[in-house]
């Protein structure tokens, strides 16, 4: 019976020691929880293509990758263009659903040259202003109707 009594005591103490912990939580912390179990809202449509232009769950918008499509074709004049027209259509999805570039934490560049990587960033960087999102780049085989680019970003609010 001494072993169960120590058992049980033991147990007791670690749920006390939780429920203080939980009480002690500051509000914001409740908050974020309770915002990143919200429902995701699909927003717009890939027209002919199966996927929506960004879903957001709180206040976090996740959006599709964006290539540089300009009327419904891809820009001409390389890297750097498509770099400019592809940031141009990010900004523009951002606005329309209510953020900024400002909101842009996480971006995904997809090049199929890593050659252009330094032509790619001299856009960026005059596009997107510090402090810039956190960012990965791959150097991908190819991508969608022959870009030589893609990115996709993750805005919180």
Do not use: W
Not at 33 to 58: H, K, M, Q, W
Not at 86 to 103: A, E, F, M, P, R
Request: hydrophobic share 40%; proline share 3%.
């Amino acid at each position: 019976m001494s072993k169960l009594s120590t058992s049980l005591s033991t147990l007791s103490l670690v749920a006390m020691c939780s429920l203080g912990f939980v009480h002690s939580a500051n509000a914001n912390t409740t908050t974020a929880v309770s915002i990143a179990n919200s429902s995701p809202v699909f927003l717009g449509d890939g027209g002919t293509y199966p996927f929506s232009e960004a879903v957001r769950v709180g206040n976090t918008l996740y959006m599709s990758g964006q290539i540089g499509f300009k009327d419904g074709k891809l820009v001409k004049g390389g890297i750097k263009s498509e770099t400019k027209q592809v940031l141009d259509n990010i900004h523009s999805t951002l606005l329309k659903y209510g953020y900024q570039q400002s909101d842009i934490v996480k971006c995904m560049v997809m090049l199929t040259d890593m050659d252009d990587f330094d032509d790619f960033n001299k856009v960026y960087k005059a596009e997107l202003m510090k402090p810039y999102p956190a960012r990965s780049a791959f150097g991908v085989s190819e991508l969608a109707a022959g870009a030589s680019v893609e990115v996709e970003c993750m805005a919180a609010k």
